[in-house]
């Protein structure tokens, strides 16, 4: 089985159209979507394409999934991120459900996919997270590959003979740019799709109602921040809180 994996899309839906338009992601047998979505500019647009997506689309839920529901509801925590509470406010009563019946893991062909850890949707993991703290999140997990995202990072690694990916971030990526995916089949491939930022970026301004989204473009899409910067900010916080 062909599978591609898309994580945190965001809701910048010219990044999701460019990767959806690769090849491999069209033949691809599955598509699964590894969590947070919609918490970006064009939430129900991406909503509404991942819907189009049918059965081909398996949904992982992720962090920002929740919290947009519960938010939208009016009984969210408070996330620190202007845009959340906006995109919140886009949603319709029909699209809370389909949020709140994400699963926290799936797995497909003996792979284990889930947005953050197998137990929790915003543990922090890193590409150079000990061997102690792989343990500990992954205990009790019998697949030997897990894919994960959630810090918008890719990699893969070794931790006590399974094999772990991150794909990255499709929408805002954290180091080069471009919208990041992997496909999995023969072995696992990490990819980047370039798609034109500038355009991007004025698709965004013309079709967001997102009073700053000129500068919230400009952040996430066209420069974003680099991994080392990103590293150094969740190296901080890697025993468990939550990432952007």
Known sequence: MRIAVLSDIHGVLPALEAVLAEPDVVAADRIVLLGDMLAGPMPVETLERLVSLGERAVWVRGNADRELAASARGDGEFVPDPIFPWAARQLRPGDLPVLDALPLTVTLDGVLFCHATPRDDTEIVLVDSPLERWA???DGVLASTVVLGHTHMPFTRLAD???IVNPGSVGMPYGTGGAHWALLGNGVDLRRTRYDVEAACRFLAAHCAYPDIE??????VRNPASDAEA???FS???RGTSAT
């Open 136 to 138: 500990e999140v992954l």
């Open 161 to 163: 003979r399974r094999l």
């Open 215 to 220: 500068e919230w473009a400009d952040s996430f």
């Open 231 to 233: 590293l150094r900010v």
């Open 236 to 238: 901080a916080s890697a």
